[in-house]
């Protein structure tokens, strides 16, 4: 009886050791898993903000230079409407030069601007 009794205690220690010891495989196998999902997903969270970063940086020098090519087209709409204000002030005060006065006027004036 006392070795009938010393077998069962053992095939039950050598079956608990088995599972043990299959359970810290499991387990080990998880955490690989695990590990090696985080860093998958981080790489691919990465990739993609990075690439929605380069895409809002092209997206926001696209707007800043039609905004400067507006505000040059603006000036250069302002200094065209300035000459043509200039000039018309010019003519209107023409009348009171005598013709050689006229021209060394409006020389004098463009070469100023």
Same mark, same amino acid.
């Not at 997903?41 to 800043?64: A, V």
């Not at 090519?69 to 018309?88: A, C, D, I, R």
């Given at each position: ?9 053992? !095939? ?5 050791? &088995?599972?043990?010891?299959? @359970?810290?495989? %499991?387990?080990?196998?998880?955490? =690989?898993?695990? &590990?090696? /999902? =985080? +860093?998958? @997903? ?6 993609? !903000?990075?690439?929605?970063? +380069? ?8 707007? #800043?230079? /039609?905004?400067? /090519? ?5 000036? #250069? ?5 300035? #000459? %043509?204000?200039?000039? +018309?002030? %010019?003519?209107?005060?023409a009348g009171d030069f005598a ?5 060394? #006027? ?8």
């Amino acid at each position: 009886m006392k070795h009938r009794f010393s077998k069962v205690i053992y !095939l039950m220690i050598s079956t608990l050791s &088995i599972i043990l010891t299959t @359970l810290l495989i %499991f387990i080990l196998v998880i955490i =690989c898993v695990v &590990i090696i /999902s =985080c +860093h998958l @997903l981080r790489r691919i969270l990465t990739r993609k !903000l990075l690439t929605r970063r +380069h895409r809002l940086q092209e997206q926001r020098r696209i707007i #800043e230079e /039609s905004q400067q /090519s507006v505000e040059s087209q603006h000036t #250069e709409e302002m200094q065209g409407g300035n #000459e %043509f204000l200039n000039l +018309h002030q %010019f003519l209107l005060e023409a009348g009171d030069f005598a013709p050689d006065d006229f021209r060394r #006027e409006w020389l004098a004036r463009q070469s100023n601007v």
